[in-house]
C-alpha cells in the first residue's frame, strides 16, 4: 500500500541518466553482462542510485526487515559503500534491474 500511494515516478531519474551514459559510452554487449564489466564505474552507480532512493517517500514510510524503516538501510548502504571491505558486487543488482527493464536493455 505504500508503494501504490507513494510511487517511484521520476525519482530514480538522477541514476538513469549517469548509467545509460556509462552505458551506451561503453558500448557494451551483450547488454545483459554490462554492469559486470563497469567496475570502475559501479562504485559511482550505487551510490546515485543509493541517493536517489533515499530521498523517496516511500523510503521513510517502509518499514526495514531489521527494525526501523528501508531509508535507514539505505544510508547505511551508502556509507559502506565507500568501506575498503565492502563488496560492490552486493549491489550491482540495484544497478541493473529497474534501468536495465526500463529502457528495454534486457
Known sequence: MVIIKNPIG?????????FTSVYQ???LHPP???????NADIQDLASILLAALCILPAAR????????????DLL??????TSDDFHLDQVKPLCTYQPMNRYGIV
Open 10 to 18: 521520476d525519482g530514480l531519474n538522477v541514476f538513469r541518466a549517469p
Open 25 to 27: 559510452g561503453a558500448d
Open 32 to 38: 545483459d553482462k554490462a554492469v559486470d564489466r563497469l
Open 61 to 72: 514510510l517502509l518499514p526495514s526487515n531489521a527494525g526501523g524503516i528501508v531509508r535507514s
Open 76 to 81: 547505511r548502504l551508502v556509507s559502506g559503500i
